[in-house]
Each structure stands twice: as structure tokens, then as C-alpha cells.
């Protein structure tokens, strides 16, 4: 039977990895009671100071950072609500030009019918009131008709016989251009001002080469008619290949040779040309 101990007093109790008895199970203990739910901070209660510090530090810094995002999450959305505000907006108003546009475009072709229609009326009005005219009267009126579309072919024959005139004048006064005059009289009476003046530049230089250049060539076209031949060969040649390149005549071609090489025609002029 077991044995009780009476008025024992304990005054040391030692603890081993291991017992002395394997079969003797001895359970000692002593504690608080309380909860088994435990949350943060009943864990960082139980840690030491340095420990709980560093944590506390770490949860501040998070704490503060998902405050941040909070921040810029509630601007991100005040933005987006914003933007799809001013695309309603946006979306309103197109609409409302659309609507515009098809009212116009409405508009516009009942006027488009609505004029040809008063043009059909005041022709057939014009036909019933001439109708309506005497004889005589209506008469007057057809070759009063007929004599003012007569003037003004007139004056229309007349201001091209006299915008050819001054291109012929024109067109002499450019001597020195190696075109042939009707080409050139085309040329003047189609292009701008700044064109004409760019011919007349071409001409003044082409001339002053030639008046400069002359004496010199006329003394000596028998003995300089092969250097004059070759000279022009090149230009010729020259001036092929930019007919190719540029697709442009053969006079056009040689005139733009002769300007971008001043020195090739003078060799031309200096050989015997005249």
C-alpha cells in the first residue's frame, strides 16, 4: 500500500534529463491558468525587451507603409472617377456634335433640293415670262442675249491674244535659251512670276557668257571646230541622261546642262559655235 508522508519539508528539488526508475512517470508543475487564444500583442508581452522592440519597429514601418498605399490607392481611385467622369463628358458632347452634324448634313441637302428646285421654278418662270414677252420684245431680248455672250468671247479672245503677245515679246527678249520659241512662249504663258524671273536670270547669264566668249570663238572656228563638236557631244550626253533621270525634253535637258556647267558650254563657245 503506499506510504504518506507527513510534515515534509522540501527545501531543494532537482530536475534530470532522465529518471532513475524507467518505470516511474513523475510530473511536477505549476501555473497560471489561462486562454489558449493568443494574439499580437499577448505574443510580443511574452518576448523579451530587445525582441518586442525590434518587432514593434517592424510593424510600425508596415503600418506606415500600408498607409502610404491607402493614400496614393484613394488618389489612384479619385483620379480614375475623374477620368471616367471626363469621359462621360467627352462622350456627351460627341454625341451632341453627331447629332449636330446629321441635323446640318439634314439641312443642307433639303437647301441643296429645296435651291435646285427654285432653280427649276425661276428658269421655267423665266421661260413662261419670255413667252409671255411679244413677239418683238422677245426678240430684242435673244439678241441682246446674244450680242453680250458675243462680247465677252470677245474679250476673252482678246486677253489671250494679248497674254500670247507678251510671251512672244517675252520669249525674244530670252534669246539666249537654247529652246525653241513656240516651246518657250508655252513656257512663259503658263508659269509664275518667280519662274519668269528665274529665266530671265538664266538668260543674262548665258548671254553674258556668250558676248564675252564670241570674238574669241568666231576667230577661231576653223581650227576649234573639233573642240566645239566634242563640247557639245558632252553636253548631249549630259543632257540624256537627264532626260532619263528627270523625264524632262531634250531642250529643257541641254538647258539645264548648259547652267549647271558654264564651263562646258564655254568650251563649246570657245570651239566655233556661234
Known amino acids: 500500500m503506499p506510504f504518506i508522508l507527513k510534515d515534509l519539508v522540501i527545501d531543494r528539488v532537482d530536475l534530470v534529463d532522465e529518471g532513475a526508475n524507467s518505470a516511474a512517470f513523475i510530473q511536477l508543475y505549476k501555473r497560471k491558468e489561462r486562454s489558449d487564444k493568443m494574439d499580437l500583442q499577448d505574443i510580443i ?3 523579451k525587451e530587445e525582441h518586442a522592440s525590434v518587432v514593434k519597429s517592424a510593424l510600425a514601418d508596415l503600418e506606415a507603409k500600408i498607409e502610404k498605399l491607402q ?3 484613394d488618389e489612384i481611385t479619385i483620379e480614375r472617377d475623374n477620368a471616367r467622369a471626363d469621359l462621360k463628358k467627352v462622350k ?3 454625341e451632341k456634335v453627331q447629332e449636330d452634324f446629321e441635323k446640318t448634313k439634314n439641312e443642307l441637302n433639303e437647301l441643296k433640293v429645296s435651291k435646285a428646285k427654285t432653280d427649276n421654278n425661276e428658269e421655267e418662270n423665266f421661260e413662261e415670262i419670255l413667252k409671255s414677252l411679244p413677239e418683238n420684245a422677245r426678240e ?3 439678241k441682246m442675249k446674244a450680242q453680250k455672250e458675243a462680247a465677252e468671247e470677245a ?3 482678246a486677253k489671250e491674244a494679248e497674254d500670247h503677245a507678251q510671251a512672244v515679246a517675252k520669249a525674244a527678249e530670252l534669246k539666249a535659251l537654247p529652246i ?3 516651246k518657250l512662249v508655252k513656257v512663259i504663258k503658263g508659269c509664275s512670276k518667280e519662274v519668269l524671273e528665274l529665266l530671265t536670270t538664266v538668260n543674262a547669264a548665258m548671254e553674258e557668257i556668250v558676248l564675252g566668249e564670241v570674238g574669241k570663238s568666231r576667230a577661231n572656228i576653223g581650227a576649234n571646230t573639233g573642240t566645239s563638236n566634242a563640247a557639245w557631244d558632252k553636253i548631249e550626253a549630259k543632257a540624256e541622261e537627264i532626260q532619263k533621270s ?3 525634253s531634250k531642250a ?6 548648259i547652267e549647271e556647267n558654264p564651263d562646258l558650254y564655254k568650251e563649246y563657245l570657245q570651239g566655233g559655235a556661234n
Open 45 to 47: 508581452a511574452q518576448m
Open 155 to 157: 474679250i476673252r479672245k
Open 180 to 182: 525653241e520659241q513656240d
Open 246 to 248: 528627270r523625264g524632262v
Open 71 to 73: 493614400a496614393q490607392l
Open 92 to 94: 456627351d458632347e460627341l
Open 252 to 257: 529643257k535637258a541641254i538647258s539645264i546642262v
Open 140 to 142: 430684242l431680248f435673244k
